[in-house]
């Protein structure tokens, strides 16, 4: 069995918490789930939620931040176990994270976690550049001093948890600083559609976050500093060259792992 903590039961209404014990697989998949799993992070879910959506999410926070990684394989009653629930809302779970592409239910085999396709993650980033490249630009806009001060405040705990090389923390640092520029964007449309791409974003970003490292935060720094100067050409300029930048890494990061 694999552990990464202790498992926790979940209530038909609960304030959840990312699993912590053992989880998934057989063979040569337990052995590397053991040690990649091995010392992951607790991290709570803030609000209360019913069982199935308990569930959901909790699954869901694992996959995203590669607690369980991509081709790892899903055992239901070890993940029911682990969450002290009974089979039904785990099998309800995957199958929701089937229908939106985290895991892939293979017949007579089982459940697994989704592995990106080259073709999914370099058009996924791709939109995702389009999208934030015009969402910077109408942050440059519309940013007040706070709204500066709170980027900087980001950004500064990003570098922090990057020289603690805790990859949780400039993942969610990242996730957290792209939010709020979204957001200061003032155009919910716009905001929309960036949030249904971002966990999907946070996925590929997860392995890349202490290799592009200390780049990408001196990009964060150049794009705040457009955005506090109300250069709306030059934030849109910088943010376009930040995500391009993170595409090909993932690219590379892909192709390194494909000549292993």
């Not at 038909?12 to 697989?25: F, K, M, R, Y």
């Not at 992951?40 to 609000?47: D, F, L, P, T």
């Not at 934030?132 to 709204?147: G, N, R």
């Not at 590379?252 to 792992?257: F, K, L």
């Amino acid at each position: 069995m694999l552990k990464i903590g202790h498992s926790r039961h979940l209530p038909e209404e609960a304030t959840v918490s990312q699993p912590n014990a053992p989880l998934i697989g057989a063979g040569n998949t337990r052995r590397a789930a053991r040690e990649s799993l091995s010392g992951a992070a607790s991290r709570k879910v803030e609000r209360p939620a019913p069982l199935r959506q308990a569930v959901y999410e909790a699954l869901l926070d694992l996959i995203v931040n590669r607690t369980l990684k991509p081709g790892q394989h899903l055992v239901e009653i070890e993940l029911a176990e682990h969450l002290g629930v009974s089979r039904q809302p785990v099998r309800e779970a995957l199958q929701r994270l089937q229908t939106e592409g985290w895991v892939d239910l293979r017949p007579a085999q089982g459940a697994f976690v989704h592995t990106p396709t080259d073709e999914e993650a370099d058009q996924l980033l791709s939109v995702r550049n389009v999208l934030e490249t015009h969402s910077a630009k109408l942050a440059a806009e519309h940013a007040t001093a706070e709204d500066v001060a709170e980027l900087k405040a980001l950004q500064r705990e990003g570098v922090e948890a990057l020289k603690q090389k805790d990859v949780e923390r400039v993942v969610a640092a990242n996730a957290a600083l792209h939010a709020r520029i979204t957001r200061l964007s003032g155009n919910a449309v716009l905001a929309e559609m960036i949030a249904t791409v971002d966990r999907r974003v946070r996925w590929y970003y997860a392995p890349l976050a202490l290799t592009r490292g200390k780049d990408a935060w001196n990009e964060h720094a150049e794009l705040i500093k457009a955005i506090a100067d109300h250069d709306p050409e030059a934030a849109g300029r910088v943010m376009n060259r930040h995500t391009e930048r993170t595409r090909t890494a993932y690219q590379a990061h892909i192709e390194g792992n494909e000549s292993r």
